[in-house]
C-alpha cells in the first residue's frame, strides 16, 4: 500500500477518450515529495466523498503500486488546512 498527501488540481472527462469505461480524470499535486499523479475514478464525488473535490487536499490510500494514471482502488481521507 502507497500513501500520499495530494492537493486535487483537476477533474475532467478524458478529453481524448482513451478509457473505454469513460472514467474521469482526476489530477493530483503530491504535497509530500513532489510530483503529479493522475487517476481515473467512476464518480469523482464518490471516490473523494465530496461533491467537488477540485482545490481540497486528501490523504490517499492506494492498493495497488503507483502507476500513470492509476486505475487501481484507493481510498480519500479529507485533510483539514
Not at 54 to 69: D, H, I, K, N, T
Amino acid at each position: 500500500m502507497t500513501a500520499m498527501t495530494v492537493r486535487v488540481t483537476g477533474v475532467e472527462v478524458d478529453p481524448l477518450g482513451r478509457d473505454l469505461l469513460r472514467r474521469w480524470l482526476v489530477t493530483a499535486e503530491a504535497l509530500d515529495g513532489g510530483g503529479e499523479i493522475t487517476l481515473l475514478v467512476h464518480s469523482p464525488s464518490l471516490a473523494f466523498r465530496d461533491a467537488a473535490p477540485a482545490g481540497r487536499v486528501f490523504r490517499l490510500e492506494l492498493a495497488e503500486p503507483v502507476s500513470e494514471p492509476y486505475a487501481g482502488a484507493f481510498t480519500a481521507h479529507p485533510v483539514e488546512e
